[in-house]
Protein backbone atom coordinates (compact mmCIF):
# COMPACT_ATOMS: atom_id res chain seq x y z
CA UNK A 1 0.00 0.00 0.00
CA UNK A 2 0.77 3.45 -0.99
CA UNK A 3 1.06 5.79 2.43
CA UNK A 4 2.42 8.84 2.71
CA UNK A 5 2.27 11.35 6.27
CA UNK A 6 2.03 15.38 5.57
CA UNK A 7 3.63 16.41 8.67
CA UNK A 8 2.75 18.95 11.24
CA UNK A 9 1.81 21.56 8.00
CA UNK A 10 -0.95 24.19 8.81
CA UNK A 11 -4.15 23.20 7.39
CA UNK A 12 -6.87 25.33 5.74
CA UNK A 13 -9.79 23.42 5.16
CA UNK A 14 -13.02 25.19 5.30
CA UNK A 15 -15.24 22.31 4.15
CA UNK A 16 -14.22 21.31 7.72
CA UNK A 17 -14.04 24.61 9.25
CA UNK A 18 -10.15 24.15 10.01
CA UNK A 19 -8.89 27.33 9.45
CA UNK A 20 -4.78 26.56 9.91
CA UNK A 21 -4.54 24.52 13.11
CA UNK A 22 -1.58 22.43 12.65
CA UNK A 23 -2.21 18.97 12.18
CA UNK A 24 -0.91 15.64 10.01
CA UNK A 25 -2.97 14.96 6.29
CA UNK A 26 -2.60 10.91 5.92
CA UNK A 27 -3.19 9.24 2.55
CA UNK A 28 -3.34 5.79 1.24
CA UNK A 29 -3.62 4.58 -2.09
CA UNK A 30 -4.76 7.72 -3.21
CA UNK A 31 -7.26 8.98 -0.84
CA UNK A 32 -7.09 10.81 2.33
CA UNK A 33 -7.13 8.74 5.77
CA UNK A 34 -7.28 8.97 9.00
CA UNK A 35 -3.66 7.62 9.69
CA UNK A 36 -1.26 5.71 8.26
CA UNK A 37 1.84 3.45 9.16
CA UNK A 38 5.01 4.08 10.75
CA UNK A 39 6.37 3.46 7.48
CA UNK A 40 4.61 5.78 5.38
CA UNK A 41 6.67 8.21 3.69
CA UNK A 42 7.06 11.76 5.58
CA UNK A 43 6.40 15.39 4.01
CA UNK A 44 7.76 17.48 6.35
CA UNK A 45 5.00 20.71 6.28
CA UNK A 46 6.44 22.09 9.12
CA UNK A 47 5.81 26.21 9.18
CA UNK A 48 3.93 25.84 5.59
CA UNK A 49 0.58 26.12 4.50
CA UNK A 50 -1.11 22.80 3.95
CA UNK A 51 -4.99 22.95 1.34
CA UNK A 52 -6.88 20.31 -0.46
CA UNK A 53 -6.12 20.63 -4.63
CA UNK A 54 -7.56 23.71 -6.19
CA UNK A 55 -10.77 23.45 -8.14
CA UNK A 56 -10.99 25.72 -11.16
CA UNK A 57 -14.78 26.28 -12.05
CA UNK A 58 -14.00 28.15 -15.48
CA UNK A 59 -11.30 27.77 -17.74
CA UNK A 60 -10.70 27.56 -21.80
CA UNK A 61 -8.01 24.85 -22.18
CA UNK A 62 -8.70 22.39 -24.20
CA UNK A 63 -10.48 22.73 -27.85
CA UNK A 64 -11.00 23.79 -31.26
CA UNK A 65 -11.44 27.59 -29.93
CA UNK A 66 -8.17 27.05 -28.45
CA UNK A 67 -5.99 25.84 -31.08
CA UNK A 68 -7.57 28.32 -33.22
CA UNK A 69 -5.98 30.65 -31.21
CA UNK A 70 -2.64 28.61 -31.02
CA UNK A 71 -2.64 28.58 -34.66
CA UNK A 72 -3.19 32.41 -35.58
CA UNK A 73 -1.12 33.42 -32.51
CA UNK A 74 2.56 31.90 -32.84
CA UNK A 75 3.93 35.27 -31.30
CA UNK A 76 2.22 33.72 -27.83
CA UNK A 77 5.07 31.33 -28.26
CA UNK A 78 7.65 33.59 -27.52
CA UNK A 79 6.99 34.76 -23.71
CA UNK A 80 8.23 31.36 -22.17
CA UNK A 81 9.19 28.33 -23.54
CA UNK A 82 11.22 25.96 -21.11
CA UNK A 83 12.78 23.33 -23.46
CA UNK A 84 12.12 19.72 -22.35
CA UNK A 85 13.68 17.65 -19.11
CA UNK A 86 13.91 14.97 -16.73
CA UNK A 87 11.56 13.00 -18.76
CA UNK A 88 8.78 16.30 -19.40
CA UNK A 89 7.58 17.39 -22.12
CA UNK A 90 8.49 21.11 -23.56
CA UNK A 91 6.27 24.02 -22.45
CA UNK A 92 4.95 26.90 -24.67
CA UNK A 93 2.64 29.58 -25.11
CA UNK A 94 1.53 32.42 -22.29
CA UNK A 95 -1.92 33.17 -22.41
CA UNK A 96 -2.68 29.70 -24.86
CA UNK A 97 -0.48 27.48 -23.30
CA UNK A 98 0.38 23.93 -25.09
CA UNK A 99 -1.48 21.18 -23.03
CA UNK A 100 1.71 19.87 -21.73
CA UNK A 101 2.29 23.39 -20.09
CA UNK A 102 -1.37 23.68 -19.33
CA UNK A 103 -1.31 20.66 -16.94
CA UNK A 104 1.99 21.72 -15.53
CA UNK A 105 1.22 25.03 -14.61
CA UNK A 106 -1.83 23.86 -12.69
CA UNK A 107 -0.05 21.31 -11.23
CA UNK A 108 2.67 23.88 -10.03
CA UNK A 109 -0.07 25.83 -8.34
CA UNK A 110 -1.57 22.95 -7.18
CA UNK A 111 -4.43 22.66 -8.93
CA UNK A 112 -6.41 19.17 -9.33
CA UNK A 113 -9.62 19.73 -11.22
CA UNK A 114 -9.80 22.33 -14.03
CA UNK A 115 -13.88 23.06 -15.95
CA UNK A 116 -13.25 23.69 -19.50
CA UNK A 117 -16.38 26.05 -19.65
CA UNK A 118 -17.62 26.07 -23.39
CA UNK A 119 -17.46 22.46 -25.80
CA UNK A 120 -19.26 23.07 -28.97
CA UNK A 121 -20.83 18.88 -29.00
CA UNK A 122 -20.17 18.82 -32.56
CA UNK A 123 -16.37 19.58 -31.73
CA UNK A 124 -16.21 16.96 -28.84
CA UNK A 125 -13.92 15.04 -29.91
CA UNK A 126 -11.33 17.30 -30.42
CA UNK A 127 -12.12 18.72 -26.90
CA UNK A 128 -11.32 15.18 -25.24
CA UNK A 129 -8.02 14.96 -27.56
CA UNK A 130 -7.04 17.95 -25.76
CA UNK A 131 -8.14 16.91 -22.45
CA UNK A 132 -6.46 13.60 -22.72
CA UNK A 133 -3.18 15.23 -24.13
CA UNK A 134 -3.03 17.50 -21.34
CA UNK A 135 -1.47 15.91 -17.93
CA UNK A 136 -1.81 15.66 -14.14
CA UNK A 137 -4.49 17.70 -13.78
CA UNK A 138 -8.51 16.54 -13.94
CA UNK A 139 -10.57 17.54 -16.59
CA UNK A 140 -14.52 18.20 -17.14
CA UNK A 141 -16.39 20.20 -20.13
CA UNK A 142 -19.58 22.00 -20.40
CA UNK A 143 -21.35 21.74 -23.64
CA UNK A 144 -23.22 24.77 -24.48
CA UNK A 145 -26.98 24.75 -24.99
CA UNK A 146 -28.25 28.06 -25.17
CA UNK A 147 -28.01 28.86 -29.35
CA UNK A 148 -29.00 25.27 -30.10
CA UNK A 149 -31.32 24.51 -32.24
CA UNK A 150 -33.18 21.54 -30.75
CA UNK A 151 -32.88 23.19 -27.41
CA UNK A 152 -34.42 26.75 -28.58
CA UNK A 153 -37.22 24.83 -30.49
CA UNK A 154 -38.56 22.41 -27.49
CA UNK A 155 -38.26 25.43 -24.77
CA UNK A 156 -40.25 28.07 -27.02
CA UNK A 157 -43.14 25.78 -26.45
CA UNK A 158 -42.19 24.56 -22.97
CA UNK A 159 -41.29 21.25 -23.26
CA UNK A 160 -39.07 20.63 -20.39
CA UNK A 161 -39.50 17.05 -20.70
CA UNK A 162 -37.77 17.11 -24.02
CA UNK A 163 -34.88 19.59 -23.48
CA UNK A 164 -34.04 17.19 -20.46
CA UNK A 165 -33.89 13.98 -22.92
CA UNK A 166 -31.84 15.91 -25.14
CA UNK A 167 -29.63 17.19 -22.94
CA UNK A 168 -28.98 13.89 -21.42
CA UNK A 169 -28.64 12.57 -25.17
CA UNK A 170 -25.90 15.04 -25.33
CA UNK A 171 -24.28 14.93 -22.39
CA UNK A 172 -23.61 11.07 -22.78
CA UNK A 173 -22.74 11.15 -26.87
CA UNK A 174 -20.20 14.53 -25.91
CA UNK A 175 -19.60 12.79 -22.35
CA UNK A 176 -20.04 16.36 -21.24
CA UNK A 177 -20.62 17.42 -17.45
CA UNK A 178 -23.28 19.68 -17.48
CA UNK A 179 -25.33 22.82 -19.43
CA UNK A 180 -23.78 25.97 -20.15
CA UNK A 181 -25.22 28.94 -21.51
CA UNK A 182 -23.50 31.89 -23.48
CA UNK A 183 -25.20 34.57 -24.82
CA UNK A 184 -28.78 33.14 -24.80
CA UNK A 185 -29.91 33.41 -28.20
CA UNK A 186 -27.55 35.95 -29.18
CA UNK A 187 -25.09 34.00 -30.81
CA UNK A 188 -27.74 32.72 -32.82
CA UNK A 189 -29.16 35.61 -33.86
CA UNK A 190 -25.69 37.10 -35.08
CA UNK A 191 -25.90 34.45 -37.93
CA UNK A 192 -28.36 37.03 -39.42
CA UNK A 193 -26.27 39.89 -38.21
CA UNK A 194 -27.96 40.54 -35.09
CA UNK A 195 -27.56 39.74 -31.34
CA UNK A 196 -29.75 39.29 -28.09
CA UNK A 197 -28.62 42.66 -25.96
CA UNK A 198 -31.49 42.16 -23.62
CA UNK A 199 -33.29 39.26 -21.95
CA UNK A 200 -36.95 40.05 -24.38
CA UNK A 201 -34.93 40.56 -27.64
CA UNK A 202 -36.51 37.95 -29.74
CA UNK A 203 -34.06 35.16 -31.26
CA UNK A 204 -34.89 35.29 -35.56
CA UNK A 205 -37.05 32.56 -36.60
CA UNK A 206 -37.19 31.23 -33.29
CA UNK A 207 -39.58 33.00 -31.81
CA UNK A 208 -38.01 32.62 -28.11
CA UNK A 209 -36.14 35.41 -26.07
CA UNK A 210 -33.15 35.20 -23.81
CA UNK A 211 -35.10 35.08 -20.52
CA UNK A 212 -37.53 32.14 -21.83
CA UNK A 213 -34.05 30.03 -22.84
CA UNK A 214 -32.48 31.28 -19.37
CA UNK A 215 -35.38 30.12 -17.28
CA UNK A 216 -36.01 27.29 -19.27
CA UNK A 217 -32.96 26.02 -19.29
CA UNK A 218 -32.98 26.05 -15.23
CA UNK A 219 -35.39 24.46 -14.97
CA UNK A 220 -34.14 21.75 -17.33
CA UNK A 221 -31.10 21.28 -15.39
CA UNK A 222 -32.90 21.00 -12.08
CA UNK A 223 -35.68 18.29 -13.46
CA UNK A 224 -32.36 16.62 -14.47
CA UNK A 225 -30.92 16.85 -11.15
CA UNK A 226 -27.13 17.29 -12.32
CA UNK A 227 -24.49 17.56 -9.99
CA UNK A 228 -23.43 21.55 -11.08
CA UNK A 229 -26.27 24.09 -11.71
CA UNK A 230 -27.01 25.89 -14.80
CA UNK A 231 -23.54 27.62 -15.89
CA UNK A 232 -24.27 30.94 -17.47
CA UNK A 233 -22.68 33.18 -19.30
CA UNK A 234 -25.07 36.36 -19.45
CA UNK A 235 -26.08 38.45 -22.45
CA UNK A 236 -24.34 41.56 -23.23
CA UNK A 237 -21.19 40.55 -21.90
CA UNK A 238 -18.39 43.89 -22.18
CA UNK A 239 -19.99 46.30 -22.60
CA UNK A 240 -20.65 49.91 -20.49
CA UNK A 241 -24.14 49.74 -18.89
CA UNK A 242 -24.28 45.82 -19.17
CA UNK A 243 -24.82 45.33 -15.15
CA UNK A 244 -29.02 45.67 -15.55
CA UNK A 245 -29.26 42.61 -18.20
CA UNK A 246 -27.06 40.77 -15.40
CA UNK A 247 -28.95 41.72 -12.72
CA UNK A 248 -32.60 40.87 -14.50
CA UNK A 249 -30.43 37.54 -16.12
CA UNK A 250 -29.71 36.35 -12.36
CA UNK A 251 -33.38 37.37 -10.76
CA UNK A 252 -34.62 34.40 -13.03
CA UNK A 253 -33.19 32.31 -10.54
CA UNK A 254 -35.29 33.85 -7.42
CA UNK A 255 -37.72 30.96 -5.81
CA UNK A 256 -36.44 28.33 -7.20
CA UNK A 257 -34.43 25.58 -5.16
CA UNK A 258 -32.05 23.07 -6.21
CA UNK A 259 -32.75 19.72 -6.81
CA UNK A 260 -29.64 16.72 -6.85
CA UNK A 261 -27.78 14.37 -4.45
CA UNK A 262 -24.82 15.87 -4.72
CA UNK A 263 -24.87 18.82 -2.27
CA UNK A 264 -25.27 21.85 -4.78
CA UNK A 265 -27.65 24.09 -3.06
CA UNK A 266 -27.58 26.77 -5.73
CA UNK A 267 -29.38 26.67 -9.14
CA UNK A 268 -27.36 29.19 -11.62
CA UNK A 269 -23.89 29.98 -11.57
CA UNK A 270 -22.87 33.22 -13.10
CA UNK A 271 -19.65 32.98 -14.76
CA UNK A 272 -17.06 35.79 -15.12
CA UNK A 273 -19.46 38.35 -13.18
CA UNK A 274 -16.30 40.92 -14.02
CA UNK A 275 -17.39 41.22 -17.52
CA UNK A 276 -21.13 41.66 -16.40
CA UNK A 277 -21.32 45.11 -14.05
CA UNK A 278 -20.22 47.44 -16.37
CA UNK A 279 -21.74 50.97 -15.67
CA UNK A 280 -22.21 54.09 -17.48
CA UNK A 281 -22.91 54.21 -21.33
CA UNK A 282 -20.67 55.01 -23.47
CA UNK A 283 -16.08 54.00 -22.82
CA UNK A 284 -16.02 57.99 -21.70
CA UNK A 285 -18.69 57.45 -18.68
CA UNK A 286 -17.62 53.27 -17.73
CA UNK A 287 -17.35 52.87 -13.88
CA UNK A 288 -17.83 50.06 -12.09
CA UNK A 289 -21.25 48.44 -10.53
CA UNK A 290 -20.08 45.94 -8.84
CA UNK A 291 -21.40 46.68 -5.28
CA UNK A 292 -24.72 47.28 -7.33
CA UNK A 293 -24.08 43.95 -8.75
CA UNK A 294 -22.50 42.21 -5.77
CA UNK A 295 -25.50 43.19 -2.79
CA UNK A 296 -27.63 41.46 -5.38
CA UNK A 297 -25.61 38.21 -5.22
CA UNK A 298 -25.35 38.72 -1.39
CA UNK A 299 -28.55 38.09 -1.11
CA UNK A 300 -29.64 35.54 -3.07
CA UNK A 301 -28.42 31.77 -1.77
CA UNK A 302 -28.86 30.06 -4.83
CA UNK A 303 -26.65 31.57 -6.75
CA UNK A 304 -22.55 31.06 -7.33
CA UNK A 305 -20.24 33.28 -9.19
CA UNK A 306 -16.69 32.88 -10.57
CA UNK A 307 -14.68 36.63 -10.67
CA UNK A 308 -13.05 36.58 -14.52
CA UNK A 309 -10.51 38.93 -12.88
CA UNK A 310 -8.53 41.22 -15.75
CA UNK A 311 -4.80 40.62 -15.12
CA UNK A 312 -3.20 43.90 -16.66
CA UNK A 313 -1.72 41.11 -19.39
CA UNK A 314 -1.63 40.53 -23.18
CA UNK A 315 -4.08 37.54 -23.69
CA UNK A 316 -6.10 36.03 -26.50
CA UNK A 317 -9.97 36.32 -25.81
CA UNK A 318 -12.00 33.22 -27.25
CA UNK A 319 -15.78 33.02 -26.41
CA UNK A 320 -18.33 30.95 -28.07
CA UNK A 321 -20.29 34.69 -27.61
CA UNK A 322 -19.14 35.12 -31.30
CA UNK A 323 -21.03 38.80 -31.63
CA UNK A 324 -18.85 40.10 -28.58
CA UNK A 325 -15.60 39.02 -30.73
CA UNK A 326 -16.79 40.75 -33.90
CA UNK A 327 -17.16 44.12 -31.63
CA UNK A 328 -14.39 43.74 -29.86
CA UNK A 329 -12.35 43.09 -32.80
CA UNK A 330 -13.72 46.32 -34.41
CA UNK A 331 -12.87 48.42 -31.06
CA UNK A 332 -9.43 47.06 -31.21
CA UNK A 333 -8.61 46.16 -34.64
CA UNK A 334 -5.99 42.52 -34.13
CA UNK A 335 -6.51 39.55 -35.79
CA UNK A 336 -10.24 38.22 -35.08
CA UNK A 337 -10.88 34.11 -36.42
CA UNK A 338 -14.48 33.34 -36.37
CA UNK A 339 -16.65 30.15 -36.78
CA UNK A 340 -19.43 28.86 -37.12
CA UNK A 341 -20.76 25.15 -35.65
CA UNK A 342 -23.41 24.28 -37.60
CA UNK A 343 -27.35 23.79 -35.37
CA UNK A 344 -25.53 24.33 -31.91
CA UNK A 345 -23.25 27.46 -31.64
CA UNK A 346 -20.19 29.79 -32.95
CA UNK A 347 -17.01 30.98 -31.49
CA UNK A 348 -14.30 33.70 -32.01
CA UNK A 349 -10.76 34.61 -31.43
CA UNK A 350 -9.26 38.18 -30.87
CA UNK A 351 -5.56 38.90 -29.24
CA UNK A 352 -6.51 41.58 -26.70
CA UNK A 353 -4.12 44.12 -24.37
CA UNK A 354 -5.14 44.99 -20.99
CA UNK A 355 -2.74 47.77 -20.61
CA UNK A 356 -2.10 49.83 -17.11
CA UNK A 357 -2.26 52.76 -20.03
CA UNK A 358 -5.46 52.29 -20.96
CA UNK A 359 -8.02 53.85 -18.35
CA UNK A 360 -10.86 51.32 -18.94
CA UNK A 361 -8.46 48.50 -18.22
CA UNK A 362 -7.84 49.43 -14.96
CA UNK A 363 -11.34 50.28 -14.22
CA UNK A 364 -12.13 46.62 -15.33
CA UNK A 365 -8.67 45.53 -13.04
CA UNK A 366 -11.11 46.97 -10.28
CA UNK A 367 -14.11 45.62 -10.73
CA UNK A 368 -12.87 42.08 -10.76
CA UNK A 369 -11.09 42.56 -7.55
CA UNK A 370 -14.34 44.63 -5.90
CA UNK A 371 -16.64 41.82 -6.62
CA UNK A 372 -14.64 39.79 -4.01
CA UNK A 373 -13.75 42.39 -1.86
CA UNK A 374 -17.75 42.97 -1.52
CA UNK A 375 -19.24 39.26 -1.32
CA UNK A 376 -20.53 38.49 1.98
CA UNK A 377 -20.08 34.81 1.34
CA UNK A 378 -16.67 33.96 0.03
CA UNK A 379 -17.44 29.95 -0.25
CA UNK A 380 -20.10 30.91 -3.15
CA UNK A 381 -17.33 33.29 -5.47
CA UNK A 382 -14.71 31.67 -6.95
CA UNK A 383 -11.25 32.94 -8.31
CA UNK A 384 -10.91 32.83 -12.18
CA UNK A 385 -9.72 34.77 -14.63
CA UNK A 386 -12.30 33.16 -17.53
CA UNK A 387 -8.42 31.81 -18.56
CA UNK A 388 -7.16 33.37 -21.47
CA UNK A 389 -10.08 36.08 -21.56
CA UNK A 390 -8.97 38.65 -18.71
CA UNK A 391 -5.94 37.25 -18.68
CA UNK A 392 -4.19 33.53 -18.19
CA UNK A 393 -4.33 31.60 -15.14
CA UNK A 394 -1.33 31.47 -14.07
CA UNK A 395 -1.81 34.57 -12.70
CA UNK A 396 -4.07 33.14 -9.80
CA UNK A 397 -1.51 33.83 -7.24
CA UNK A 398 -1.17 37.49 -8.38
CA UNK A 399 -4.90 37.95 -7.91
CA UNK A 400 -4.66 36.30 -4.17
CA UNK A 401 -1.66 38.68 -3.53
CA UNK A 402 -4.49 41.36 -4.91
CA UNK A 403 -7.11 40.44 -2.56
CA UNK A 404 -4.65 39.87 0.11
CA UNK A 405 -2.83 42.87 0.44
CA UNK A 406 -4.32 46.77 0.44
CA UNK A 407 -0.81 48.20 -0.11
CA UNK A 408 -0.34 45.72 -3.61
CA UNK A 409 -3.63 47.06 -4.63
CA UNK A 410 -2.83 50.36 -3.82
CA UNK A 411 0.61 50.05 -5.33
CA UNK A 412 -0.50 48.95 -8.69
CA UNK A 413 -3.22 51.42 -8.96
CA UNK A 414 -0.67 53.84 -8.22
CA UNK A 415 1.13 52.52 -11.61
CA UNK A 416 -1.76 53.13 -13.88
CA UNK A 417 -1.43 56.43 -16.37
CA UNK A 418 -4.67 57.27 -15.62
CA UNK A 419 -5.36 56.31 -11.36
CA UNK A 420 -7.20 59.41 -10.51
CA UNK A 421 -10.14 58.58 -13.13
CA UNK A 422 -9.79 54.65 -11.98
CA UNK A 423 -10.18 55.70 -8.17
CA UNK A 424 -13.23 57.82 -9.54
CA UNK A 425 -14.54 55.24 -11.37
CA UNK A 426 -14.64 52.67 -9.00
CA UNK A 427 -14.03 51.73 -5.24
CA UNK A 428 -11.71 50.07 -5.12
CA UNK A 429 -9.19 52.37 -3.36
CA UNK A 430 -11.19 52.71 -0.15
CA UNK A 431 -11.96 48.72 -0.01
CA UNK A 432 -9.68 48.02 3.00
CA UNK A 433 -10.86 44.27 3.42
CA UNK A 434 -7.79 41.77 2.95
CA UNK A 435 -8.55 38.28 2.69
CA UNK A 436 -7.31 35.63 4.86
CA UNK A 437 -5.78 32.08 3.46
CA UNK A 438 -8.71 30.60 4.90
CA UNK A 439 -11.04 32.68 2.50
CA UNK A 440 -8.72 32.43 -0.29
CA UNK A 441 -8.94 28.47 0.23
CA UNK A 442 -13.34 28.93 -0.21
CA UNK A 443 -12.76 30.35 -3.25
CA UNK A 444 -10.11 27.96 -4.52
CA UNK A 445 -11.27 24.57 -2.60
CA UNK A 446 -14.27 24.15 -0.94
CA UNK A 447 -16.55 26.64 -2.75
CA UNK A 448 -16.06 25.35 -6.57
CA UNK A 449 -15.73 22.06 -5.59
CA UNK A 450 -19.55 22.47 -3.94
CA UNK A 451 -20.63 24.28 -6.62
CA UNK A 452 -20.18 21.58 -8.69
CA UNK A 453 -21.20 18.90 -7.07
CA UNK A 454 -18.12 17.25 -6.24
CA UNK A 455 -17.26 17.87 -2.86
CA UNK A 456 -16.97 14.50 -2.18
CA UNK A 457 -13.85 14.45 -4.46
CA UNK A 458 -12.30 17.62 -3.98
CA UNK A 459 -11.73 20.73 -2.56
CA UNK A 460 -11.13 19.18 1.30
CA UNK A 461 -8.95 17.36 3.05
CA UNK A 462 -11.97 14.43 4.88
CA UNK A 463 -11.03 10.95 4.84
CA UNK A 464 -12.07 9.26 1.83
CA UNK A 465 -11.53 12.27 -0.69
CA UNK A 466 -8.66 12.14 -3.40
CA UNK A 467 -5.64 12.38 -1.45
CA UNK A 468 -5.03 15.66 -3.50
CA UNK A 469 -3.16 18.07 -1.29
CA UNK A 470 -1.35 21.19 -1.85
CA UNK A 471 1.61 22.22 0.33
CA UNK A 472 2.86 26.02 -0.14
CA UNK A 473 6.09 27.44 1.57
CA UNK A 474 3.95 30.02 3.09
CA UNK A 475 4.21 30.12 7.36
CA UNK A 476 0.80 31.71 8.25
CA UNK A 477 2.07 33.38 11.45
CA UNK A 478 4.31 35.21 9.37
CA UNK A 479 2.87 35.94 5.62
CA UNK A 480 5.40 37.87 3.42
CA UNK A 481 4.78 41.49 3.55
CA UNK A 482 6.32 41.69 -0.06
CA UNK A 483 3.82 40.67 -2.96
CA UNK A 484 6.15 39.13 -5.40
CA UNK A 485 7.42 36.74 -2.54
CA UNK A 486 3.50 35.28 -1.80
CA UNK A 487 2.95 35.41 -5.70
CA UNK A 488 5.69 33.31 -5.81
CA UNK A 489 5.09 30.93 -3.16
CA UNK A 490 1.29 29.75 -4.61
CA UNK A 491 2.56 29.89 -8.29
CA UNK A 492 5.20 27.24 -7.15
CA UNK A 493 4.32 24.55 -4.82
CA UNK A 494 6.72 23.03 -2.29
CA UNK A 495 4.65 19.61 -3.05
CA UNK A 496 1.70 19.25 -4.73
CA UNK A 497 0.06 15.20 -3.64
CA UNK A 498 -2.44 14.21 -6.61
CA UNK A 499 -4.41 11.38 -6.13
CA UNK A 500 -1.67 9.81 -3.74
CA UNK A 501 1.10 10.87 -6.09
CA UNK A 502 3.74 13.59 -5.68
CA UNK A 503 3.36 15.23 -9.21
CA UNK A 504 5.73 18.96 -7.43
CA UNK A 505 8.12 19.02 -5.89
CA UNK A 506 10.17 22.74 -5.14
CA UNK A 507 8.15 23.82 -8.18
CA UNK A 508 9.44 21.53 -10.21
CA UNK A 509 7.18 18.66 -12.13
CA UNK A 510 8.10 15.21 -10.96
CA UNK A 511 5.36 12.87 -12.48
CA UNK A 512 2.34 12.93 -14.74
CA UNK A 513 0.41 11.77 -12.22
CA UNK A 514 -3.28 9.47 -13.01
CA UNK A 515 -4.69 11.89 -15.08
CA UNK A 516 -8.88 11.42 -15.15
CA UNK A 517 -11.86 12.72 -17.01
CA UNK A 518 -14.97 13.78 -15.53
CA UNK A 519 -18.39 13.35 -17.17
CA UNK A 520 -21.96 12.99 -16.26
CA UNK A 521 -24.43 10.07 -17.01
CA UNK A 522 -27.52 11.45 -17.29
CA UNK A 523 -30.45 8.70 -17.80
CA UNK A 524 -34.05 9.69 -18.32
CA UNK A 525 -37.09 7.73 -19.85
CA UNK A 526 -37.12 6.36 -23.37
CA UNK A 527 -38.09 9.14 -25.18
CA UNK A 528 -39.31 8.28 -28.72
CA UNK A 529 -39.83 11.98 -29.74
CA UNK A 530 -36.31 13.20 -29.21
CA UNK A 531 -34.90 10.29 -30.57
CA UNK A 532 -36.96 10.81 -33.81
CA UNK A 533 -36.01 14.53 -33.50
CA UNK A 534 -32.13 13.85 -33.53
CA UNK A 535 -32.47 11.68 -36.50
CA UNK A 536 -34.16 13.86 -38.71
CA UNK A 537 -32.23 16.58 -37.69
CA UNK A 538 -29.19 14.92 -38.21
CA UNK A 539 -30.12 13.77 -41.93
CA UNK A 540 -31.58 17.32 -42.53
CA UNK A 541 -29.50 20.24 -40.76
CA UNK A 542 -25.84 18.50 -39.93
CA UNK A 543 -23.49 18.04 -42.75
CA UNK A 544 -22.07 14.97 -40.62
CA UNK A 545 -23.86 11.72 -39.63
CA UNK A 546 -25.43 10.72 -36.43
CA UNK A 547 -23.48 7.54 -36.26
CA UNK A 548 -19.73 9.50 -36.13
CA UNK A 549 -21.57 12.28 -33.31
CA UNK A 550 -20.23 10.35 -30.84
CA UNK A 551 -17.14 10.86 -28.43
CA UNK A 552 -14.74 7.43 -28.30
CA UNK A 553 -13.98 5.97 -25.39
CA UNK A 554 -10.45 5.81 -26.20
CA UNK A 555 -10.09 9.82 -25.67
CA UNK A 556 -11.72 8.80 -22.14
CA UNK A 557 -9.12 6.47 -21.01
CA UNK A 558 -9.60 6.83 -17.34
CA UNK A 559 -12.67 7.99 -17.01
CA UNK A 560 -14.91 9.11 -13.66
CA UNK A 561 -18.64 8.83 -14.59
CA UNK A 562 -21.12 10.31 -12.18
CA UNK A 563 -24.34 8.37 -12.70
CA UNK A 564 -28.01 10.59 -12.53
CA UNK A 565 -30.75 8.07 -12.69
CA UNK A 566 -34.00 10.23 -13.09
CA UNK A 567 -35.81 6.95 -12.76
CA UNK A 568 -34.70 5.75 -9.77
ZN1 LIG B 1 -15.42 31.62 -20.41
Request: contains cysteine.
Amino acid sequence: MAELLIRNGSVFDPSRGINGDVMDVAIRDGRIVESVGSAAKVIDATGKTVMAGGVDVHSHVAGPKVNAGRTMRPEDKLFKSPMASAGNRMEMGFSIPSTFKTGYDYARMGYAFVMEAAMPPLHSAHVHEEIHDTPIIDEAALPVFANNWFVMEYLKRGEIENAAAYTAWILNATKGYGIKAVNPGGTEAWGWGLNCLTLDDQVPFFQITPKEIISGLIKTNEYLGLPHSLHLHQNDLGNPGNFRTTIDSLRLAEGITATNKFGREQVLHSTHLQFHSYGGDNWGNFESKAREVANYVNGQKNITFDLGCVTLDETTTMTADGPFEHHLNSLNHLKWTNVDVEVETAAGVVPYIYSPKIKVCGIQWAIGLELALLCTDLNRCFVTTDHPNAGPFTRYPRIYSWLMSQKYRQATLDSFKHSAKVVDATEIASLDRELSLYEIAQMTRSGPAKALGLGNLYGGLSPGMDGNVVVYDLDPAALPSDPEVLEAAFQRASWFVKTGEIVVKDGEIMGHGNKRTLWVNAKVPENPQVRRDVHDKFLKDYTVGLDTYHVRDYLLPNPYVIEVDMEA
